[in-house]
């Protein structure tokens, strides 16, 4: 017997339902979405991990890109929704990669520990291995005085979209975007420069 | 801190940035009045700016250097890779290295194929040398990276120059144009198709001389399965129809693009601008071609047959070559500069002169498909000649047989009631139940719902009310014989999953392999996003039931479901049989998950040249446009039955 089917039948909708009511506010089916984008990532995850030699890091984009794919296909995401596929992709990228920096080396669900990684390109700064731990918790009090510039952080660095792709989701300007991103990063680097007994992002000289 | 004062440190941030660094603490003494905590706080984010270097970008410090040439800078990044600008130290010259991301999916022989075949492109490309096209001056490989050293060329791209000023002068875009055309027509005469043609592709040297990078490079990145999955979601905005069809390309695509680049120009504005992107592919293959007066009114009438023909749907109705286009536009343009306006403008909008209404066509579904578990088949190829005229949409192509689900509808068409709100339920086998938003167009009392076949695997719902006015519009698909609805436009979509999933269920119990791939992903999708392992039996069920039926993709799913023992026990030996099914009918990813299995002696003997074999003809069938007659499964034999 399925728990909780029935139920949950209506409650799932499609995607696209989701996505078009948490637009309209309904918290219940932002959360449900989320679940939803998130549970098909960690899904595509462990898939790669089964097919990929071990210690092989995902690339987030292409997971991103992936369940997207599959979510259109599967006909369950009409693509208008594609601006808040986006959004939701990227926040549940960041809550995966956050949840696996912190439970690092923790066997899940039975099998080897998954492993997904930003793609190389997007390390830390001078090759060293950005502290995410740090980076999230200095994304959410960021979020609290800039919510749109944190959601470009969101975007681009977790979710691995372009400025223009970053454009289409948040409906704002190219310039826009390029601002945020700027301050966002300055505002960022300077929050966990100053955690000074953790790891600074980057040393200079 | 406040708010107010948070804001002013953004503004002022902002504004700094946009100044030379040497002018900037000058700025904010000024700028600041006196307020030491806002001056402070910018000058600490700039400061923190300025050490971030590339903190966060997708790019990790620079790369000291890529095979022989030492990188001095990022010049770009796009859907292949990292473009470098670089100093061939033997030379002593600047060039472009163009890093290609080959290694997000490949693996050991699959790399290596692929990496064989950047090279024979390259070494294609390489063959080309001509004042107008950026030249490749060597091909390697840094570490896992394969690479590509090419002329520098300073810029800016057409794409900045579009930036700063989006319409450009009518005698400069004809210039740029009839280099472009120039450089084309050389290439399509070495037998290389570009395949890319867009602003960000062509180079005005010293803002002059037109150079075109990337010749062919496009065709090795559209060769990847990651490219397919990830890059092809770049907007489609320059391809040509057959292109976003994923149809196979020869110059007159290149053609098109280059219509599309030189629309842009001469207007401000792209011909083809929809959203979403799935919305603009549609467009693209089956809308109507826009005038380019209507964008830019300046523009002489004649400029719209150019157009019209330029951006031909099918490659037969364009021009012979580039610069015959380019002449063409010419001669219209020079028309209007003596005065003359000679011509009329073709019935651009179709005949029937309503708007049309687009939807998620087949054509967005080769595009968005390709990795997926869903199969995706016209019912028919498309009719070999169209008269030039017609736009492609009022294609009179009737599918033959008519699809038994479009006749039964045909035989008893839904009616609407009066009332608030129409309801159009799609008994037969749609995936999809329909509400038609009556607030759409003319309210209506009661009316009919009409349907015409509007080429071959498109129908034309029409809407009717009682005074016989449209009021709503939808375009049906077939596909295989299930058929999807959407409505496009302002009307509200509305899906109600419950009911789909039952008329599923019903079509796919009939024998709808559509269905019961829909259904087997729904099943499998659920039962992961929940983990619950309770609906990966059904899942199962489905995928073995379209299998059965002969579905390639449906034998696919069943052998990964017994390879993982996913709603199934494990078993490796049925697992490869079906594998092995699914890679007669031509299956790419069957047949990497295959060698997979060869490779670890699993469900098979252990057999690394099989393996490699396998991966080889994964990356062949992945990267080879599906000819008609190789597409098909067995759908259409057993349709006849």
Known sequence: ?205 | MSPEIHQRVRQLFDEALLRPEAERAPFLQTACAGNAEVCGQVTQLLEAHAEAGHFLESERALPQRVGRYMITGELGRGAMGIVYKAIDPLIGRDVAVKVIRLQALADGGEAAFLRERLFREARAAGGLFHPGIIVILDVGQEGDLPFIAMEYVEGPSLFQVLAARPKIDCGEALKILHKTAAALDFAHGKGVVHRDIKPANILLENGVIVKVADFGIAKIASSQRYTKTGMRMGTPSYMSPEQVDAKPLDERSDQFSLAVVAYELLTGAQPFRAEPFTALAHMIVYGPRPSARAANPELPASIDQVFYRGLGKLPGERYANCREFVTALERALTGQVSGGEAGETPAVRGRTGRPSRYILGGAVAAVLLVSTGVGYKRLNSAPAAVPTATPALDRQTVPSPLPPVIAQFLADPPTIEPGAEAILSWKVSGATKVDIDPNIGKKPTAGHVQVKPSGPTYYVLTATNAAGTVFQEAFVEVRRSAVSLYLEGKSKLRTHFAEALDLLRQAGELGETHAMMVLGNIYWERGESRDDKDEFPEAFRWFHKAADAGDRDGMRNVGVFYEMGIGVRENELFAAQWYRKAVDLGSSDAAYNLGGMYEAGRGVPRDLGKAHELRQLAVELATQTPSPDRRPLSRSRRQTN
């Open chain 1, 1 to 205: 017997m399925s728990s909780g089917q029935k139920a949950g039948a209506e409650a799932t909708g499609d995607l696209t339902l989701l996505l078009n009511r948490m637009q309209e506010g309904d918290p219940v089916a932002a959360e449900e979405a989320a679940s939803r984008v998130y549970g098909e990532l960690h899904r595509i995850a462990s898939r790669e991990m089964r097919r990929e030699r071990p210690g092989h890091t995902l690339q987030t984009t292409a997971l991103v890109n992936e369940v997207y794919l599959r979510l259109a296909a599967a006909g369950s995401l009409q693509i208008q929704s594609r601006a808040h596929f986006m959004a939701v992709a990227s926040q549940q990228m960041r809550r995966i990669l956050v949840d696996h920096a912190r439970s690092a080396g923790a066997q899940r669900r039975g099998g080897g520990a998954i492993q997904i990684g930003l793609d190389e390109a997007r390390a830390g700064v001078d090759g060293r291995s950005l502290d995410l731990l740090l980076l999230d918790e200095s994304l959410a009090e960021f979020e609290r005085i800039e919510p749109r510039a944190a959601r470009v952080v969101e975007l681009r660095y977790f979710g691995g979209y372009t400025d223009m792709e970053v454009v289409e989701a948040l409906g704002v300007s190219l310039a826009t975007v390029r601002r945020d991103w700027e301050f966002a990063r300055s505002w960022l680097f300077r929050r966990m420069q100053g955690q000074g007994d953790r790891e600074p992002p980057a040393s200079r000289g």
